[in-house]
């Protein structure tokens, strides 16, 4: 099975701050990375599919950047409501596997 | 509006069995293939099975070691999750998840992201 590894595994930033994670797989799988944020006690809410595109209604302050065994989620500037976990997830082949989550607090 | 409602979920004695059903609404559910997703309690996400439409590409996460079937009655709009020799460590929340219409680039299409997810459902084995 692919292993997902996620940096880092948790961050404090400030608010309007660039926040960067990073995804690496433990083998390459194209463009077939999605990532998503967890909130304490919700489901998690899908904010990127194909690695670089924007699920409908996701602020416009998400991106994601990769190919191949390495990819990044950027939040361009930082918002009080951008707290909770983020997951990258492969769909190359079965079994879909996740990463570990990176989690981020708002300093 | 879409909608995924789990239910099911419950406290279970060690070898014990349970069987987790999903509610879809607001969407044709016999068109979209449907995971089921688990989350131990303070832990990541796991994936658990797959099942695609119209009941093909049947496929599970190796921890399953054939306890669990995946199923889905596409006139009632429910997917399903039949759960044998529970373990302590299949204690967790269980979602369900609607996988993507396909989105097509480069001669490559791909679907297998979740794109809608119920509020889940707790399932507890313990003695």
């Known amino acids: 099975a692919i292993q997902l590894t996620q940096s880092p595994s948790s961050l404090s930033a400030s608010v309007g701050d660039r926040v960067t994670i990073t995804c690496r797989a433990s083998q390459a799988i194209g463009s077939a990375l999605a990532w998503y944020q967890q909130k304490p006690g919700k489901p998690p809410n899908l904010l990127i599919y194909?690695?670089?595109i924007l699920q409908a209604g996701v602020p416009s302050r998400f991106s994601g950047s990769g190919s191949g065994t390495d990819f990044t989620l950027t939040i361009s500037s930082l918002q009080p409501e951008d707290f909770g976990t983020y997951y990258c997830?492969?769909?190359?082949?079965?079994?879909?596997?996740f990463g570990p989550g990176t989690t981020v607090d708002i300093k | 509006e879409v909608h995924l409602l789990e239910s099911g979920g419950d406290l279970v004695q060690p070898g014990g069995s349970l069987r987790l059903s999903c509610a879809a609404s607001g969407f044709t559910f016999r068109n979209f293939a449907m995971s089921w997703v688990r989350q131990a309690p303070g832990k990541g996400l796991e994936w658990v099975a797959n099942i695609g439409d119209p009941g093909r590409n049947i496929y599970y996460a190796d921890f399953v070691e054939g306890r669990f079937t995946v199923s889905r009655d596409n006139s009632q709009n429910t997917l399903y999750l039949q759960m044998n020799s529970l373990r302590t460590e299949d204690t967790a929340m269980y979602y369900c998840?609607?996988?993507?219409?396909?989105?097509?680039?480069?001669?490559?299409?791909?679907?297998?992201?979740?794109?809608?997810w119920g509020r889940g459902t707790l399932v507890t084995v313990s003695s």
């Open positions: 997830q492969h769909f190359n082949n079965y079994p879909f596997t």
């Open positions: 998840a609607k996988r993507s219409t396909s989105y097509c680039i480069g001669g490559t299409c791909y679907s297998a992201y979740f794109d809608l």
């Open positions: 194909v690695a670089s």
